[in-house]
């Protein structure tokens, strides 16, 4: 059997292919030798495979619920139980960041990310005892500014506590939680991206000289982000940042703009299994 490849990629079939024996074999051939060109062009045309992660927002715990952005400390167990009963693996933000960017080249087949902004202290009170009995990895986005300072913030003790336990990470939340739009509107050019500078390159060197390791991730404060604070993003060391743009983390997407699903007091367990698996957008898809 012969057969030549020109330089456009098309076979010519009937004038190289030598037919022998029967001409109901030879066309039996040519089908299948046609259908393994067909898939295997199909296979080099087709763009990768996406590459999807649910990352979840969390904010502050406890018995009770003071305000939307409280979650039961019993709502969470309910949600970390649901999820190691269907299967799914918390992993590490930074697991997933490396899958997500083609450093990894897998993670377990339903993975999650839990991340918590803010560094309120019910996280050290009333989260921490349930991360620790399901021995899951947790990312805690803080704003320096308010560690030991604030009457509701953790202080650094504590946060190096948690990080001890192996399960908690310390990355950045900008340096003190700003409001970018509002910024830009009222300070100068010249000003505006000395702000930036502290918010982000700050933020990052107090929490390196703090926590004694690199910071490598942000979470965009209020989720406001722009090309121009990305791109400053990148220039202060930042490897990714993530937003509150309720979708699912993913390799089409900037990685200095990954969505995550905030999880707040007004969901219930419905609402939770639908932004994990997925189904959420295809919800309000069909309620347009």
């Given at each position: 059997m012969n057969w030549i490849l020109k330089a456009d990629g098309m076979i010519n079939l009937s004038k190289h292919f030598l037919f022998k024996g029967s001409n109901l074999n030879n066309r039996k051939i040519l089908l299948y030798f046609v259908l393994i060109i067909?898939?295997?062009?199909?296979?080099?045309w087709s763009g990768p495979i996406e590459k999807k992660i649910p990352i979840l927002c969390y904010h502050r715990f406890g018995s009770v619920v003071n305000d939307s952005m409280t979650i039961k400390i019993r709502a969470f167990d309910e949600q970390l139980a649901w999820l190691k009963s269907n299967g799914y693996t918390v992993i590490s933000l930074d697991s997933a960041?490396?899958?997500?960017?083609?450093?990894f080249t897998s993670i377990p087949a339903k993975s999650?990310?839990?991340t918590v902004d803010d560094g309120?202290?019910?996280?050290?009170?009333?989260?921490?005892?349930?991360?620790?009995?399901?021995?899951?990895p947790v990312t805690l986005f803080?704003?320096?500014?308010?560690?030991?300072?604030?009457?509701?913030?953790?202080?650094?003790e504590q946060l190096r506590k948690l990080e001890a336990t192996s399960f908690f990470r310390v990355e950045s939340h900008t340096y003190?939680?700003?409001?970018?739009?509002?910024e830009k509107k009222k300070l100068s050019p010249d000003e505006y991206a000395k702000f930036v500078d502290k918010q982000l390159s700050g933020a990052?060197?107090?929490?390196?000289?703090?926590?004694?390791?690199?910071?490598?991730?942000?979470?965009?404060?209020?989720?406001?982000?722009?090309?121009?604070?990305?791109?400053?993003a990148i220039q202060s060391g930042y490897i990714a940042a993530l937003t509150i743009d309720r979708a699912h983390?993913?390799?089409s997407k900037k990685i200095t703009s990954q969505p995550r699903y905030m999880v707040v007091s007004r969901h219930n367990m419905k609402a939770f299994e639908q932004m994990v698996s997925a189904e959420e957008a295809k919800e309000g898809k069909k309620g347009k």
């Open positions: 067909f898939l295997f062009t199909g296979f080099l960041i490396k899958y997500l960017k083609g450093e999650v990310v839990i309120h202290k019910s996280v050290y009170y009333d989260m921490a005892p349930l991360v620790i009995k399901y021995r899951i803080i704003y320096p500014s308010a560690i030991s300072r604030a009457t509701y913030a953790m202080t650094w003190w939680h700003p409001n970018f739009k509002r990052k060197q107090i929490l390196e000289e703090k926590m004694g390791h690199e910071i490598k991730y942000l979470a965009w404060a209020f989720g406001i982000y722009d090309n121009e604070l990305e791109a400053k983390a993913s390799s």
